[in-house]
């Protein structure tokens, strides 16, 4: 009885660990198109794929299951509202709107003084 606790205690440990491994790729995936002083805010933070009946994202093709990282606020002209979609391993799946790392780099610039 007492190798069958410690192999649970071990198995979560290791899904533990591999969850807040894919929780920090899935946060530096987004730091990347965001940038260290995003024009967004209001951040929520979720992984789409773990309740039944264990379904992804509805909203993306072939519905994959992601980190879901949505913005309510934007300082983006013509956004209100921004998300991006992270898959468990840190890849990029897609971003609303699909433009998004143009319109953050386009602010950027804008917001940098001029000569």
Do not use: C, N
Not at 9 to 35: C, D, E, F, M, N
Not at 56 to 74: F, K, M, N, Q, S
Request: glycine letters at 12%; zero cysteines.
């Amino acid at each position: 009885m007492g190798k069958i606790f410690k192999l649970l205690v071990v198995l979560t440990a290791v899904g533990g660990l591999l969850s807040v491994a894919s929780y920090g790729g899935a946060r530096a995936t987004a730091g990347k198109i965001t940038g260290s002083k995003p024009p967004l805010s209001q951040r929520t933070i979720h992984f789409q794929g773990w309740r039944p009946p264990f379904e992804g994202v509805a909203d993306l093709p072939g519905t994959p299951r992601a980190w879901v990282i949505h913005y309510e606020r934007t300082e983006l002209p013509g956004v209100r509202r921004a998300t991006i979609y992270v898959s468990p391993t840190g890849t990029l799946i897609a971003t609303r709107p699909r433009d998004l790392d143009v319109r953050i780099e386009a602010w950027e610039r804008a917001q940098e003084p001029g000569p």
